[in-house]
């Protein structure tokens, strides 16, 4: 924070430095906590943890038919457990027959200790909205065409259930070693809104 | 309740807005908003429903109108407000001396124990809230059912573009407690919840889009048999 305003801050940041003071005297919070809190999310939980189970998945045939069977079981089997994994981890496998997807039309549920926090558009109401509507215009945006025979399921995270899409592993990926394919998993296909694909060498 | 926090199936907001390289947060006073929805829910000051409730009560215009973390700072203020942790008054005061004086500092504490027990939350186990009862489902995979056409002014988890729908049980998720009952305060009410398949068809008429299944985590309160 800068010593000097050029121009008055918002209401918003006053409103919060209030409630954070208050908290704080109250016992309830430390700016501590903040930081810490804050820390977690910007460099220990976040995409990186749900490639590294997705990677695993396409390496192992055994923790994939854990990880379809008992998502919760199989993530926590790589030491990701935690706040935002609701009460329950569901993970859906994506196949050239069946194209997964996730959201949140009522709010913003999302799988936090696999992806770590939603990015905007996933909390926006043109995603929430349409996402159940309008699927493949959805997708179309996001620059995923899927051909016409393929089904989209659209898994609408209304309770405490948290979706995770196991993407469809690119050809041509069979020489790379498992952290070299988590390297190649973004979020949003772990969302379902992108597919995976193969580095530039291996196309 | 029947409110714009209900969005699925809703026209008119355009195109999805994506920001390539999107930070984490976009602004510092989102981080403590964050942090107290956290504390709240941890020390028991109020839970996930009600808090989800709170975003839902929101002035209804103000919320298409206002970002993510300004929904969590409407509720969680809201929240601390109500369960009487904080005095309206003494934040409204609170929120005038910082205005008036924007670079006061905050309280220093130091609050190793209060650290540690959120981390171990957090990162560890996290903060699911276990039913005692356990019901038996009524429904299994496969079942045909019906959405009640439910229409209540409080909180639900079934949303509107879904009530009245016939779908198909896909899955049975276990006991959960009941949204509708816990987030205004008439206890946990634990029931079975149920992935429940619907046709595209079946939700949007003839505008759906071909080969699209849309499924919905919904309660056993929800539904009503249906003829196969």
């Not at chain 1, 008055?8 to 430390?30: C, D, M, N, Q, T």
């Not at chain 1, 929430?128 to 995270?157: C, H, M, N, Q, Y």
């Not at chain 2, 300004?70 to 929120?95: C, M, N, P, Q, Y």
């Not at chain 2, 229409?151 to 998720?173: C, D, E, F, S, V």
Request: with cysteine.
């Amino acid at each position: 924070m800068g010593s000097h305003h050029t121009e008055p801050e918002p209401w918003v940041v006053h409103r919060v430095r209030a409630l954070e003071s208050l908290l704080i005297e109250k016992g309830l919070l430390s700016t501590e906590l903040v930081d810490k809190v804050v820390q977690t999310y910007e460099k220990d939980v976040g995409p990186m943890n749900g490639a590294r189970v997705v990677a695993r998945a396409w390496v192992d045939p055994a923790y994939k038919r854990r990880l379809l069977d008992d998502g919760t079981a199989a993530i926590a089997e790589l030491g990701f457990t935690g706040r935002g994994g609701g009460d329950k981890m569901v993970v859906h496998e994506n196949t050239p027959a069946i194209h997964n997807m996730v959201v949140c039309t009522l709010c913003s549920c999302y799988p936090w200790i696999v992806l770590g926090l939603p990015p905007v558009w996933y909390k926006a109401p043109a995603y929430r909205s349409r996402a159940v509507l309008e699927p493949r215009k959805v997708l179309a945006e996001f620059g995923v065409e899927l051909p016409k025979d393929t089904e989209i399921r659209v898994w609408d995270s209304s309770a405490e259930i948290r979706y995770m899409v196991l993407p469809q592993r690119p050809e041509g990926t069979e020489g790379l070693s498992e952290a070299e394919l988590a390297a190649l998993v973004t979020r949003d296909a772990m969302i379902g809104v992108a597919l995976v694909q193969a580095p530039a060498a291996a196309r | 309740m029947n409110g714009v926090h209900d969005l699925g199936g809703m026209h008119g907001f355009g195109r999805i807005e994506r920001e390539p390289n999107e930070p984490v947060f976009h602004a510092d006073w989102e981080k403590p908003v964050l942090v107290m929805n956290l504390i709240g829910m941890i020390n028991h000051i109020f839970n996930i429903d009600e808090f989800r409730h709170g975003v839902e009560r929101m002035e209804q215009a103000r919320y298409l109108d206002t970002s993510y973390y300004e929904h969590w700072l409407a509720s969680v203020e809201r929240l601390f407000v109500e369960k009487g942790v904080i005095g309206r008054d003494e934040l409204d005061a609170r929120t005038r001396h910082f205005e008036k004086n924007p670079d006061a500092p905050l309280p220093d504490r130091k609050d190793p124990e209060l650290l540690a027990r959120v981390m171990d939350v957090l990162v560890r186990k996290g903060m699911a809230e276990k039913s005692e009862s356990r019901p038996a489902p009524r429904f299994k995979p496969g079942d045909p059912v019906v959405t009640r056409n439910w229409q209540p002014a409080g909180h639900t988890r079934l949303p509107g573009y879904a009530r009245g729908h016939r779908g198909r049980i896909h899955a049975i998720h276990g006991v959960f407690i009941l949204p509708d009952a816990h987030a205004h305060g008439r206890g946990r009410c634990p029931e079975p919840l149920y992935s429940v398949g619907f046709e595209s068809g079946e939700l949007w008429g003839d505008t759906a889009e071909p080969k699209e299944r849309v499924y919905i985590d919904l309660w056993e309160s929800y539904l009503h048999p249906a003829e196969a």
